[in-house]
């Protein structure tokens, strides 16, 4: 039989692929428990948004046709919600889907993006799948200002000739580490113009709107910025899949070039429209948020746990000792979280926030988790 591994381009073959948080379904199949609660993948807990689910009961009989490859009504209501031209948003299958096409249509072998140490997993295997050199920067450490958040003078220092792209996510994801807004466009004014700063802004709705860190109010200033922006989190629709990015039309016109024609479902157009007019439900959702967050930060410190501040709808918090005995424990029980060493983070468990019941349940476990 042919060594297919070895057929397969180069970068590719050195990838190891993303590791998702593990479904319900499995672990009612492996453990034959109910009462799950899955706390492992940053989802809502709340469900979706209410007039999504509504816009979107009436569908089923359309299905039949292929949705509109240029997804004109959800374009037309970001437009309106950024103040940007309709040619400024790409749309895509989760915001996943952005992150390729954006390495896909800007990188090749001969070029190196840049990203943080602890950043989203997605950057690295969108990077290299196309051949790109991945230039991962060491982390700030725990005892520092921003506890394992992003070195923006060490990623400004790396730039090179050959760098064409770099990845932040503010807020970051697994870490929940933000950037102040400050820091932030210092650091994107010091990046030359033909290098694409690509910013993910996948939890922003969940910092308070006074603290919210916007990048889509510098893209006329920035020509090389983009904004990737997701229903997946906040809104409730992950299983949807749909996502986007603002940016110059310019580089909305090249993504465009290789976009799959119909890459967002019908569902999904519509759902996401219904997603952005509901206020209240995102209001809610940050309020159950804020709330299950500070109580499981005051958990952990009566429980003498290290954490990350997070600024995101999930904890990163480190036991200091082998994170897959906890994980295990929390699992026989009941509870999925998400085990972090892939990222090099074999002490860390990052947990999802969930309802105030969910987060009941997890407090009083987490202490029989300890030993
Ligand atoms: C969850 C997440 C996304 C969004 O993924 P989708 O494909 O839109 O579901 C993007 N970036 C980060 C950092 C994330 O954590």
Redesign the pocket.
């Known amino acids: 039989m042919s060594d297919f591994k070895a057929l397969a381009v180069p970068g590719v073959q050195k990838l190891k692929p993303y590791i998702p948080g593990k479904p319900i379904s499995e672990l009612e199949r492996e453990l034959g428990i109910d009462n799950i609660i899955k706390l492992a993948s ?1 989802e809502n807990p709340l469900g979706p948004s209410p007039k999504a689910m509504a816009a979107i009961k009436d569908l089923l009989p359309e299905l039949a046709l292929y949705p509109d490859g240029n997804g004109f009504e959800l374009k037309k209501a970001l437009a309106e919600k950024h103040q940007v031209n309709m040619d400024q948003i790409t749309l ?1 299958n ?4 952005v ?1 390729v096409l954006l390495a896909e249509a800007f990188l090749t072998a001969a070029h190196n993006a840049i990203y943080s140490q602890y ?2 997993a ?1 950057y690295p295997i969108a990077i290299q799948a196309i051949g790109a050199t991945h230039k991962m920067i060491p982390a700030l450490g725990w005892d520092s200002e921003s506890p394992l958040g992003c070195d923006l003078a060490a990623m400004a220092a790396a730039i090179d000739d050959q760098t064409q792209m770099i990845f932040i ?1 503010n807020p ?2 697994p870490t929940g580490s933000f950037l102040s807004q400050q820091a932030l466009y210092k650091f994107i004014q010091q990046v030359p113009e033909n290098v694409i700063v690509v910013l ?1 802004e ?2 922003l709705e969940y910092a308070l709107e006074s603290q919210r860190v916007d990048g889509s109010l510098w893209l006329n200033e920035f020509d090389n910025l983009v904004i ?1 922006r ?4 906040a809104y409730g629709l ?1 299983g949807l ?3 986007y990015s603002l940016s110059h039309p310019d580089i909305a016109n090249v993504l465009n070039r290789i976009r799959q024609p119909f890459n967002v479902n019908t569902l999904a157009l519509k759902a996401a429209q219904a997603a952005i007019d509901d206020g209240d439900f995102i209001k809610q959702s940050m309020a159950v948020n804020a709330q299950g967050l500070s109580q499981l930060a005051a958990c952990c410190d009566d429980l003498n746990l290290r954490y990350v501040p997070s600024k995101g709808n999930f904890l990163l918090v480190d036991f200091q000792q082998e994170a897959m005995p906890i994980y295990e424990h929390l699992l026989h029980n009941g509870i999925i979280t998400r085990p972090v060493a892939n990222y090099g983070l074999a002490t860390s468990l990052r947990i999802t926030i969930g309802t105030q019941q969910q987060m009941q349940r997890l407090i009083k476990l987490l202490p029989t988790a300890l030993r």
């Open positions: 940053n895509g989760g915001s996943n889907d992150l950043s989203f997605v996510a970051n994801n993910d996948a939890y990737t997701t229903f997946s989190k992950a899949r749909v996502g």
